[in-house]
């Protein structure tokens, strides 16, 4: 069993020999790594009999789109090394296994010339709360969002700078769990939120343009703020993600982006959204 000195971490990589033992991939198999997933603290802990772990699948190239937890479903993370390449890593929910904590403290080892940067340690811990931190937006907003294909405009202005945004946050003020009635709108409030310290000026000049392409999108499809009967879009404005502040992220909704990458065929009809815990 894992004792408490366990140097296993999050994020860390099985050797592929390793994860063959386990049966997780086929001894011959270099296209797909196995990551632990399991948290820290979990790790160690008698009561956790099992360690949760994920298929990976190596490509060619990280695809900014499936960065920063964007999309809920599928994740790019790029493992970093010594005089070689990065290697890039594409998780998908579905790939997940529990390892029995026994078979896994004889067989596993971990390949120490590969490591996960701090920032995208962070980036994997938020994906994987994501998967269960989505909240709905009222279904009446949802159908209105829906109209015209809106969700998916979005997700075309969106798909140009996307390298540079954190996330689109939506805020609904009041009406958050309000089902409004016909005539009634929505008055919502969107911060296009982009990568200051990374992306500098050229994300600021992004954010915007992408802020004022989607409040044209929303005058076109719903009106003015001031004739709007279904969504007016009352504020749409280019934020750093250094000004977000905590009341900020308790008040507001992340729309993931996951209509930007290609859609997963079990995906289903629903708006792709995810949350800042409060």
């Known amino acids: 069993m894992l004792g408490r000195d366990t140097d296993w971490r999050q994020g860390d990589l099985l050797t592929r020999e390793a994860a063959a033992a386990l049966g997780l991939v086929a001894a011959a198999d270099e296209r797909h790594r196995v990551i632990v997933i399991a948290h820290d603290c979990d790790l160690p802990h008698e009561s956790e009999l099992c360690v949760e772990v994920i298929v990976a699948e190596v490509v060619v190239k990280e695809d900014?789109?499936?960065?920063?937890?964007?999309?809920?479903?599928?994740l790019h993370l790029a493992y970093e090394g010594i005089n070689t390449a990065p290697?890039?890593?594409?998780?998908?929910?579905?790939?997940?296994?529990?390892?029995?904590?026994?078979?896994?403290?004889?067989?596993?080892?971990?390949?120490?010339?590969?490591?996960?940067?701090?920032?995208?340690?962070?980036?994997?811990?938020?994906?994987?709360?994501?998967?269960?931190?989505?909240p709905a937006f009222p279904n009446e907003f949802e159908e209105r969002l829906r109209k015209g294909k809106v969700e998916r405009k979005i997700a075309k202005i969106l798909?140009?700078?996307?390298?540079?945004?954190?996330?689109?946050?939506?805020?609904?003020?009041?009406?958050?769990?309000?089902?409004?009635?016909?005539?009634?709108?929505?008055?919502?409030s969107?911060?296009?939120v982009y990568d200051a310290n990374e992306g500098g000026a050229d994300a600021r000049r992004a954010a915007e343009r992408v802020a004022t392409q989607l409040r044209e999108?929303?005058?076109?499809?719903?009106g003015k703020p001031d004739v709007?009967?279904?969504i007016a879009l009352d504020a749409c404005e280019a934020v750093a993600d250094t000004y977000l502040t905590l009341a900020d992220l308790r008040r507001m909704d992340q729309w993931r982006l996951e209509y930007v990458s290609l859609r997963d065929d079990d995906q289903g009809d629903f708006l792709p959204v995810g949350e800042i815990p409060a």
């Open 64 to 74: 900014s789109q499936l960065s920063y937890a964007k999309n809920p479903r599928r």
């Open 87 to 134: 290697l890039i890593l594409e998780l998908r929910h579905g790939d997940r296994h529990s390892v029995p904590k026994a078979d896994f403290a004889e067989r596993a080892v971990k390949d120490h010339s590969l490591a996960l940067p701090v920032d995208a340690k962070r980036v994997l811990k938020q994906w994987l709360a994501a998967r269960y931190g989505r």
């Open 159 to 188: 798909e140009p700078d996307a390298k540079y945004l954190v996330g689109l946050f939506f805020d609904l003020g009041e009406q958050r769990g309000t089902e409004a009635v016909e005539g009634e709108p929505y008055a919502l």
């Open 217 to 222: 999108l929303f005058e076109n499809i719903y």
């Open 228 to 230: 709007a009967t279904e």
């Open 190 to 192: 969107v911060s296009v």
